[in-house]
């Protein structure tokens, strides 16, 4: 079984940046729709960004757009998310995601519910 690892969480002050990466062992990256969602405490699932391989398109949600910044490295089949002007209510575990049974229709959604395999998030704290 592969499996989707995140790191590069902590804590940074309200305006700072982080980089969040997600190494896929064993999880194939192509032929995939790749996501990042984030739960705060106490909140629902919130999608922030869509990865579609089918069109190499990605989209983001309107609370994260213009600051944060998907990437990829196929050799490494490692994803990033490049957050920045970080905001105190983005305080959060950040999650990334794959799905490959739906990727043929690409970013059709932002929703958490449409990935199959996702990893076991990475803390994300924003505060001074």
């Known amino acids: 079984q592969g499996q989707l690892v995140e790191s590069g969480g902590g804590l940074v002050q309200p305006g700072g940046s982080l980089r969040l990466s997600c190494a896929a062992a064993g999880v194939l990256l192509d032929e995939a729709v790749i996501g990042w969602y984030r739960q705060a405490p106490g909140k629902e699932h919130e999608g922030i960004s869509c990865f579609s391989t089918k069109d190499e398109t990605t989209i983001y949600a309107d609370s994260v757009k213009a600051r944060f910044m998907f990437s990829r490295d196929k050799a490494k089949n490692t994803v990033y998310l490049q957050m920045n002007r970080l905001k105190p209510e983005e305080t959060a575990t950040y999650y990334c995601?794959?799905?490959?049974?739906?990727?043929?229709?690409?970013?059709?959604?932002?929703?958490?519910?449409?990935?199959?395999?996702w990893g076991r998030g990475t803390q994300v704290t924003v505060s001074s």
């Open positions: 995601a794959v799905d490959r049974i739906q990727a043929r229709y690409g970013c059709y959604s932002l929703r958490p519910s449409r990935y199959e395999r």
